[in-house]
C-alpha cells in the first residue's frame, strides 16, 4: 500500500497479484518498458509516453514527465503512513531533543551512552513492542545528555528516553 500525492490530490495505490488498485478502483491499463526510464503507456485507449526523470529516495519525491508535461509526486509507503498515524512524521524536520518512545515497550539494548555525539540515522535503542523489535534511530545530528531510562524498563507511549 502507497500513499501517493501530487498537486494537492492523494490517492491510496495497492499491487496485488499483478493488478494496480487506484482507491480500490481496478486501474486497467498496458505499459511497455522502451528503456531504463521510458514507457509506453495505453490507457483508455490513449497512447502515453511516460519518463522518470528523478528519483529521490530520501525525500520519496518522483518526477515524471507524461507526454511532456512534469509531474511531481510525493510517495509514501506502509511504514511512513504508519509513523504519520504515530504522530512521528515530522521528527525529521525537527531539532533534536529528545527522543519518546513511539509506543509502549520494553527497552532491551540502549546503543548510547551520556556525551555521545550522534547523527542522523544512528541507531540509540531497541525497544520490542507487540513481539517485535523496533531500532529507535537518531532523527538528526547531536548530543546524548541524558538517558532516562535503563535496559528491561518497560516505558509508555510519549515517554521520554534520550535527551539532548
Do not use: C
Amino acid at each position: 500500500m502507497y500513499k501517493v500525492t501530487t498537486r494537492n490530490k492523494q490517492v491510496e495505490v495497492n499491487f496485488k497479484d499483478g493488478a494496480v488498485t487506484l482507491d480500490g478502483t481496478l486501474f486497467d491499463w498496458d505499459i511497455s518498458q522502451i528503456d531504463d526510464s521510458q514507457f509506453h503507456v495505453i490507457k483508455d485507449d490513449r497512447s502515453y509516453t511516460m519518463e522518470v526523470i528523478k528519483i529521490d529516495y530520501e525525500s520519496k519525491m518522483v518526477v515524471l514527465s507524461v507526454n511532456g508535461k512534469k509531474y511531481e509526486i510525493s510517495v509514501k509507503d506502509k511504514l511512513d503512513v504508519l509513523l504519520e498515524k504515530l504522530g512521528m512524521d515530522k521528527v525529521a524536520g525537527s531539532e533534536l531533543n529528545e527522543i519518546k518512545a513511539p509506543m509502549p515497550g520494553l527497552i532491551l539494548a540502549i546503543n548510547v551512552k551520556e556525551g555521545d555525539l550522534v547523527k542522523k540515522g544512528d541507531p540509540l535503542l531497541i525497544l520490542e513492542a507487540m513481539k517485535m523489535e523496533n531500532v529507535i534511530k537518531a532523527p538528526g545530528d547531536g548530543e546524548v545528555k541524558q538517558i532516562k531510562a535503563k535496559v528491561a524498563d518497560s516505558v509508555e507511549k510519549n515517554e521520554v528516553i534520550i535527551q539532548f
